[in-house]
């Protein structure tokens, strides 16, 4: 198989115009966090249960084609003593690897961010490989203030997402791309629209001068919302929002965009992404890659408790099968109340 053929065989398993990916990647910090919401303490073992709970949930392979994982899952076995990547890749939801490795501040670009892990990174993602992983996924983040992001700011996260998708493409495994532009903030839609389009302008001259096929990528970015201090808008402006920068900036090579949730709540980021498919005639498959919209209610359903696992398990699917229906535009939001 050579490499492009390899890729394209990961992109034809991930889009299929059905199914979105779970990220359930959060690092120590936000996992514990995360945890600590719903009165649990994250330890090695809580970690491992509660992320082998999501991974075998029933029917989950039919609204989720993959899972990004981080490096710790990747490394981990259910009770049977069964990878977890394997417990996926058997339901048909293939295994993908967060492989940045966090934030920090970007000097000469105040209040701009940058992320690490550029370094060895070719010789982690074969090792990464080895276990399973056929996808991986590094984010960089902008917050968006008067200031901000800076030119710099742009400029730098750019490249550092054009360099992390060369070199994937050069190990065979499918980059996602995501530049999250945060929803923090007093900002109008408006404002995030033109941060939005100029946060993926900037990141597409970056892709195309580190020679990445754009036809074995994915897009994880954020959609068009006025800042989180804000009222929110009705879905139907947040798609005409997203869609109208999205067509002004990311080619119609790239196969599908998969959008991140970014606070939004679990129905909030449903409806959004079904008013966005009802659009129609979108170049590319607009399709789901949440964490939190899909993981709040089974966390909650959860609370570190063997005997809520199946409940955590039918929050988590439901969630899934509300999106899959959001991807072909079928999505009411009666149907939040009907289950
Ligand atoms: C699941 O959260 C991911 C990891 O975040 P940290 O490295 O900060 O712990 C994150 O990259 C996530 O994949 C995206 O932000 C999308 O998640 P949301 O919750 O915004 O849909």
Known sequence: MTLQSELQATIAELVDGQRGILAADESGGTIAKRFA?????????????????????????????????????????????????????????????????????????????????????????????????????????????????????????????????????????????????????????????????????????ALHRHGVILELMLLKPSMVTPGSECARAEPQQVAEYTLRSLRRAVPAAVPSIHFLSGGQSPEEATANLNALNRLGNAPWQLSFSYGRALQQPALAAWRGREEHICAAQGALVRRARLNHLAMLGQYRDSLERAE
């Open 37 to 205: 919401s719903v009165g649990v303490e994250s330890t090695e073992q809580s970690r491992r249960s509660y992320r082998s709970a999501l991974l075998t949930s029933e029917e989950l392979g039919e609204y989720v084609s993959g899972v990004i994982l981080f490096e710790e899952t990747l490394g981990q076995c259910d009770d049977q003593g069964i990878p977890l990547a394997q417990r996926a890749a058997a339901q048909k939801i293939l295994p993908g690897i967060k492989v940045d490795r966090g934030k920090g501040p970007l000097p000469g670009a105040l209040g701009d961010t940058i992320t690490f892990g550029l370094d060895g990174l070719g010789e982690r993602l074969r090792g990464y490989k080895k276990l399973g992983a056929r996808f991986a996924k590094w984010r960089e983040v902008y917050p968006l203030g008067p200031e901000n992001p800076t030119e710099l700011g742009l400029h730098a996260n750019a490249e550092v997402l054009a360099r992390y998708a060369a070199v994937c493409q050069r190990e065979g495994v499918v980059p996602i791309v995501e530049p999250e532009v945060l929803m923090d903030g007093n900002h109008s839609i408006e404002r995030s629209a033109a941060v939005n389009e100029r946060v993926w302008h900037s990141v597409f001259h």
